[in-house]
T-cell receptor, first 111, second 111 residues
């Protein structure tokens, strides 16, 4: 158990809809990262937050947005969903040591 | 542009054999090189990591070899076991917020 929690575990929705994925980092970790992993694909970095502020942006679509709240939990919002957005979405957190600890992921299925 | 190139894409090894996965990078600013192990349906988990001030790090059956001049690093799994069958990702990081993953290697250790 990495100490990072993600909800929900599974999400099934329709094209055009909007969903919110939630992540709680390990206790004390200020950084939160979001990744997308499509079937049999590598990890695509989406975005990083540090203590509530956006720190780095990767290949995140304009339809996607994220935020980190004062209690350090983070949410990833995906809107106008397309079939191709079906994937595993991982959240990771890190502290001063730099090591990233991954949550169990949210499996999103867009029908 | 892919910051970290990983090979091979897949690997089949007999039980007891040595598994070798290679990664190469271009950006000399990288200062932290972790390897992650991911089982199906789970989040990646940190396996072993190295910083560029050492050329090798060993933890049990897992060894990272690091060649700074060649900008390459590799993971060696000695005495490979069926339980090691998983996808392995190398990564490279600098500034605690520039984190890049390789494309992954699917390892299958045959009994």
């Amino acid at each position: 158990d990495s100490g990072v929690t993600q909800t929900p575990k599974h999400l099934i929705t329709a094209t055009g809809q909007r969903v919110t994925l939630r992540c709680s980092p390990r206790s004390g970790d200020l950084s939160v990262y979001w990744y997308q992993q499509s079937l049999d694909q590598g990890l695509q970095f989406l975005i990083q937050y540090y203590n509530g502020e956006e720190r780095a942006k990767g290949n995140i679509l304009e339809r996607f947005s994220a935020q980190q709240f004062p209690d350090l939990h983070s949410e990833l919002n995906l809107s106008s969903l397309e079939l191709g957005d079906s994937a595993l979405y991982f959240c990771a957190s890190s502290g001063e040591g730099g090591e990233q600890f991954f949550g169990p992921g949210t499996r999103l299925t867009v029908l | 542009q892919q910051q970290v190139k990983q090979s091979p894409q897949s690997l089949i090894v007999q039980k007891g054999g040595i598994s070798i996965i290679n990664c190469a990078y271009e950006n000399t600013a990288f200062d932290y090189f972790p390897w992650y192990q991911q089982f199906p349906g789970k989040g990646p988990a940190l396996l072993i990591a190295i910083r560029p001030d050492v050329s090798e790090k060993k933890e049990g059956r897992f060894t990272i070899s690091f060649n700074k001049s060649a900008k390459q690093f590799s993971l060696h799994i000695m005495d490979s076991q069926p339980g090691d069958s998983a996808t392995y990702f190398c990564a490279a990081e600098y500034n605690f917020n520039k984190f890049y993953f390789g494309s992954g290697t699917k390892l299958n250790v045959k009994p």
